[in-house]
């Protein structure tokens, strides 16, 4: 098998349902993966959206994740440290999920969740450490990654 990143809530390509979105809950959706390569030890989650207007926007930012058991619940609550994982800070200026909301109108913007397969068991960055000094941390130790996109497009 491929190391594999899914959801229970959106297939690859689709739109994220409402709650997931800031016209709904606003909750992160709940992940799932398998194989990842031998070696793993963590695992580090990157959400960004590459068509924002001004460059790539990060909504989420989760390091220090267990392999196992290869599931991230949906609705992790804001902190800098929750259930043993990491969260660094996105660009809304929160440690959490930054809930997609594009302009309305405009076309459906594209939702990466990037999943990183590292061979270290932490990362130590400090507190406050924002999404992409966290990408550039996790570059390095990366052994393997998988993504799973998501649209989302609003309407007046």
């Known amino acids: 098998m491929v190391f594999t990143l899914t959801s229970p809530a959106v297939r690859d390509g689709d739109a994220l349902p ?18 990842p390569p031998p070696g793993t030890r963590s695992l580090a989650l990157l959400c960004y959206d590459p ?31 929750v259930e043993e994982m990491t969260q660094a800070v996105n660009d809304f200026g ?4 930054g809930a997609p909301c594009p302009p309305v109108g405009e076309v459906a913007h594209r939702y990466v ?3 990183h ?27 393997a990654q998988t993504s799973l996109t998501a649209t989302c497009a609003r309407r007046a």
């Open 51 to 81: 068509t924002a207007p001004g460059g790539a926007f990060h909504h989420w930012g989760v390091y220090n994740i267990p392999v196992h058991p290869m599931t991230l619940r949906a609705a992790l609550p804001e902190g800098h440290v």
């Open 117 to 143: 397969a590292l061979d270290t068991p932490s990362l130590a960055l400090p507190r406050g450490t924002h999404v992409p000094q966290m990408a550039a941390a996790i570059r390095p130790h990366t052994l």
């Open 18 to 35: 409402r709650r997931h979105t800031c016209d709904g809950e606003g909750e992160s959706p709940p992940l799932a993966w398998q194989e």
């Open 94 to 97: 929160r440690c959490a999920y």
């Open 113 to 115: 969740f990037r999943l």
